[in-house]
């Protein structure tokens, strides 16, 4: 992250950035060959194989890299580029935190009557299409609903990551899942923001300008917005399999022209197409 955030100022093919560059990639290659040899790692990157459960752990980040850079460069826009004080500025953010806040709260509700992973690409699509029509919502009445809308799509994308990744993975790796999704979470998200720091002062000109560089940080947060919803394409088809009911479980036609399941779940058996009320 160093190597990103300082390359425009050392200059990307410097001595410098590159040293950087290569003891970063020297010390993350090291770290995963002792991982793997540990007999208790700090991650369990053997879950990574679980395809599943890396498809849904990598949609929650994909959400808090939006959120994370949604909270940061909306505050550089409020306050550098709009001339809102600080006081102002946080009065609008609170439609942020209120909407996130309250998805994150029912989100464990909506999750007991939906699966989790169908709740957060709506969460996400939601989040990605609110935050592109806050892009260009110009009256700060208008900025602070459309944030609220921001906020609970936000919400549900990465409240429930850690559930939904549960389901993936077998009763006694469940801790080490959790603290592989949280890393996934906090690391991502710090990776993204100094990336589009770098890209924000490159769309600018400078490093000076950039803060207060509204179309500049518009033009980021458009591109956070086609991440959220993209960040959602993966999570269909899972939602999609646990909805679609077992095939011997599924209905079939009888001669009679009515819809019956092949087994009933209550007796065990087949129904006879006689059979029932």
């Known amino acids: 992250m160093l190597a990103v955030d300082q390359g425009a100022r050392w200059g990307w093919g410097s001595p410098a950035t590159i040293t950087v560059f290569l003891v970063g990639i020297a010390l993350l290659a090291g770290f995963l060959v002792i991982e793997r040899r540990a007999s208790e790692p700090l991650l369990d990157l053997s879950l990574l194989h679980n395809r599943p459960f890396v498809t849904v752990m990598l949609a929650g980040s994909v959400s808090n890299i939006v959120y994370g850079l949604v909270a ?97 993975v077998p009763t006694g790796r469940l801790a080490a899942a959790s603290g592989l999704v949280l890393t996934s979470l906090v690391l991502l998200g710090g990776v993204a ?23 500049a940080i518009q033009t980021v947060l458009r591109a956070a917005a086609i991440l959220a919803l ?18 011997d ?22 129904e006879a197409p006689g059979d029932g009320a």
Do not use: K
């Open 72 to 168: 940061v460069l909306s505050a550089l826009y409020l306050q550098q580029a709009r001339g809102l004080s600080p006081l102002d500025a946080g009065l609008i953010f609170l439609a942020l935190s209120v909407g996130a806040g309250g998805a994150s709260y029912w989100s464990g509700h909506l999750a007991e009557r939906r699966r989790p992973e169908a709740l957060m690409a709506a969460g996400m699509v939601l989040s990605g299409v609110s935050l592109m029509v806050l892009t260009w919502a110009d009256p700060l009445a208008l900025y602070t609903t459309v944030f609220v809308v921001v906020g609970v799509g936000l919400g549900l994308g990465w409240a429930l990551t850690n559930t939904a990744t549960q389901s993936y």
């Open 193 to 215: 923001v100094t990336v589009a720091a770098t890209v924000l002062e490159a769309i600018s000109g400078s490093a000076q300008s950039a803060a207060s560089d509204g179309p």
């Open 230 to 247: 993209a960040g959602a394409i993966p999570l269909v088809p899972l939602a999609r399999a646990h909805s679609d009911p077992p095939p």
């Open 249 to 270: 479980e599924r209905p079939r036609r009888t001669a009679t022209g009515v819809r019956r399941p092949a087994t009933s779940n209550l007796r065990g058996h087949d």
